[in-house]
């Protein structure tokens, strides 16, 4: 037997619960891991909230999870670059990672560098994607200015990092509590709330040319008003202002493969990417993990350890 997170019905975070469920077993081109950190993110609440049910419906009893790293326990049949006693990163399609063990398919997973903390190597695969598929969407190009709402959130503390990295200089909207931060890595930090429209073309006095948004609330008519072409808007979040107004939402699915993990954990492994992991709870504290990533004030990600 080996414990994972289940929940039968869709609901708030009391739904949620630690249960013993028989071992998995890894099938052709599978593999079997034991968990050693998993991220948790948005998108999982919202399903389990049944806010996704159009889009993402829920099967019940549900698992949840896509992101993590540990320990190769088992190989399935025709299984040959991996070994037993591999430590990997990797992403599971079947909501299933918050667990002990979990099921992966071998395609979907790449070495953990050594300079890559499990806790962040658990971490990275969903904020990790996402934020390389939305800088990838929008194209910063040195001597550009983009901005990213959510700066300092788990996708957004990545969008800016890379986007930094092609040379562009980068606005990252966020609370004083933050700004610090931002500055360490270079970005020029700005405060939502009223008046951030003046705000941000006080820091870039020659125009904005790209926008991530990461938080939703109105960040894509932001961008609209700061005279962005809708091609060079991506949101990961607020689906609804990206039909209307034609602008993209290119985010995980987009980047969703184990050479897009591999490049971000050697970029970490480097020291040319930091993920900030704002805690780290054991499996039985699911519940209290999901309050404090509900509450939408994190610094980087927080993480399950089984």
């Known amino acids: 037997m080996a414990r994972a997170i289940r929940f039968d019905e869709y609901g708030d975070v009391d739904v949620l619960r630690v249960e013993d469920v028989p071992r998995p077993a890894p099938g052709p081109g599978q593999v079997l891991v034991e968990v050693r950190a998993a991220g948790i993110n948005p998108g999982e609440a919202a399903i389990r909230q049944g806010f ?16 993590f790293a540990g320990v190769v326990a088992e190989l399935g049949d025709g299984v040959e670059e991996i070994q037993v006693g591999d430590e990997v990163i990797g992403f599971v399609e079947t909501r299933s990672s918050h667990a002990e063990f ?31 598929a939305a800088v990838r969407a929008v194209c910063p190009r040195e001597g550009e200015t ?3 709402s959510g700066a300092a959130g788990g996708v957004g503390s990545l969008v800016v990092q890379l986007a930094k990295l092609s040379g562009a200089t980068v606005i990252g909207l966020a609370g004083e509590a933050n700004h610090e931060w931002l500055r360490e890595f270079g970005v020029v930090p700005v405060s939502y709330g009223d008046g951030v429209e003046d705000r941000i073309k006080a820091a870039a006095p020659e125009g904005v040319h790209a926008f991530v948004d990461t938080f939703g609330s109105g960040y894509v008519e932001l961008a609209l008003h700061l005279g962005i072409f809708p091609g060079r808007i991506n949101t990961v979040i607020d689906f609804a202002a990206a039909q209307k107004y034609n602008v993209k939402t290119e985010g995980n699915a987009a980047a969703s493969s184990a050479d897009v993990l591999r490049e971000l954990s050697l970029l970490v492994n480097k020291g040319l990417l930091e993920l900030p992991v704002a805690r780290v709870y054991p499996l039985d504290e699911v519940r209290e993990a999901y309050r404090e990533l509900e509450k939408r004030h994190t610094r980087g990600k927080i993480v399950l350890r089984p």
Request: proline content about 10%; hydrophobic content about 45%.
């Open 52 to 67: 996704m049910h159009e889009r993402f419906p829920a099967t019940f009893p549900s698992g949840q999870g896509s992101d």
């Open 102 to 132: 979990v099921v992966a398919e071998a395609e979907n997973l790449t070495p953990r560098p050594d300079g890559v903390p499990w806790e962040v190597a658990g971490a990275l695969f969903v904020a990790g994607t996402t934020a390389y």
């Open 146 to 148: 983009i901005v990213v």
